[in-house]
């Protein structure tokens, strides 16, 4: 790993947090993901499984984690298994983590090597009356890839038909949806070393620069301070191409006089930061830009302010909404007849504005959550309005992440500029 040591007090208290939801007599199975292959004899990157991490704190391949919290012998309450290093891995990959390692990162005061695991876990599996195991709930996920939970529940299945089996991802989103003060710092470490990217691209950033340029002054700048890199593929987008959303073939030559939309951040930790700013090729934003840069602004300004307790996303979004339709009259996309005449399943103001405003965030990018949950204290959300307008090969996208607190929000990106006179000051300083 390249970040500096978490206190384990934090996985530790995740872990007491989850047995206080748990049913009698439950054992929890949480597997890492799969090492993914890529060709010949290729593989991506690991990355870690993120209820796992919640857990153990562990970054590792190959790891298990196992919660027997009322288990009569307390040595199986909470046992981790990892990957046993031998001279052959050490010399082709490094070192892996040794049994006092994985304690200190972990808190997991019971620590066994993988191959062992088929010879603990009868100690365990006979005393349990309910089995937890994880499977990915989130809505928007798509994956046609099986994964190693998926693999074990049907392994589960096979030898041990009779027991009782327990979804674990609802547990785990509602864990996760609120943020300890720790985590909140690390957010923060991502969010910081984000804008340290973005003040170096607004000097960088000029006409007939490339955007896999701009691209690579965001990497350096990432990777030099400890950050693994990326916490999504860059969206670095000019010209007309600010108005495809998920745009990331990053290609093009930016021009005098385009906008630049960008959509980068950093990852620490394994959480994520989440930022988009738009800004102008050449330093200056035309009147026009100025125009609907200036709208987003204020529906950003708007829409944070909602992000409270005692809200809920379908709420906050047709509120958001009225404000999106409001600003786009004034700029003479909208007109009050569109608004009386759309159809309820597609208002008018998503010709122009057609993603949601807001999703929670973490330690995945689209943070697990229920949507029906009304916001709680320790929630951290985006607020990421746009207006997006193809026939003038125009988009426009501002985006903050927000910490809901007992007290109002918190932005946690205040430090990032966002005015578009102070865009352009310092791009042209």
């Known amino acids: 790993m390249r ?15 989850l047995y206080q939801l748990l049913k009698p007599k439950s054992l929890v199975i949480l597997q890492s993901n799969d090492v993914m292959p890529t060709n010949a004899d290729g593989t991506m990157g690991f990355k870690q499984n993120s209820d796992l991490f919640y857990l153990s704190g562990i970054d590792q391949e190959e790891t298990t984690l196992l919660l027997f919290p009322d288990h009569p012998d307390p040595k199986f309450r909470e046992i981790l298994f990892v990957r046993e290093t031998n001279e052959n891995i050490a010399i082709w990959e490094g070192e892996k983590l040794t049994i006092p390692q994985a304690f200190e990162r972990s808190g997991v005061p019971r620590i066994y090597w993988t191959h062992q695991w088929e010879s ?18 989130h809505a928007r996920s798509d994956s046609r890839v099986q994964t190693r939970d998926a693999r074990y529940i049907q392994e589960f299945k096979e030898k041990y038909p009779l027991h009782r089996l327990e979804r674990l991802a609802p547990l785990m989103a509602f864990l996760r949806a609120t943020k300890l003060p720790q985590e909140i710092e690390l957010l923060q470490k991502a ?85 988009t700013r738009t800004i102008p090729v050449n330093g200056r934003f035309t009147a026009r830009q100025r125009q609907v840069y200036d709208a987003v602004l204020r529906v950003l300004k708007a829409a944070r302010s909602m992000l409270v307790v005692g809200n809920v996303l379908d709420e906050y979004q047709a509120e958001v909404a009225k404000v999106m339709e409001s600003e786009l009259i004034g700029l003479g996309l909208l007109t009050a007849q569109d608004i009386a005449n759309q159809h309820p399943d597609w208002p008018a103001y998503r010709r122009y504005f057609m993603h949601g405003t807001s999703h929670a965030l ?28 193809r026939e003038e090969g125009l988009g426009i996208r501002l985006e903050n992440n927000i910490l809901i607190t007992e007290n109002g929000n918190l932005d946690l990106m205040a430090h990032i500029p966002i005015e578009a006179d102070e865009i352009e000051l310092l791009m042209n300083s």
């Open 362 to 389: 973490g330690l995945d990018v689209h943070d697990v959550g229920n949507r029906y949950r009304r916001f709680e204290a320790g929630t951290v959300f985006t607020c990421e309005p746009g207006i997006y307008i």
């Open 191 to 275: 969010i910081d070393i984000t804008r340290d990217g973005f003040m170096r691209v607004l000097k960088f950033t000029k006409p007939d620069v490339w955007e896999y340029e701009i691209e690579a002054e965001f990497a350096h700048e990432f990777l030099r301070q400890r950050s693994r890199g990326f916490a999504y593929t860059p969206i670095i987008a000019s010209g007309k191409d600010s108005c495809v959303l998920h745009y990331v073939a990053n290609n093009k030559q930016c021009k005098d006089g385009d906008v630049l939309l960008l959509d980068v951040a950093a990852e620490y930790a394994n959480y994520n930061a989440d930022l």
């Open 120 to 137: 603990v876990l009868p100690h365990v599996i006979f005393e349990a009356e309910n089995v937890y195991l994880n499977t990915n709930e």
């Open 3 to 17: 970040y500096t040591p978490i206190d384990p007090q934090l996985f530790i208290q995740n872990r007491q947090r």
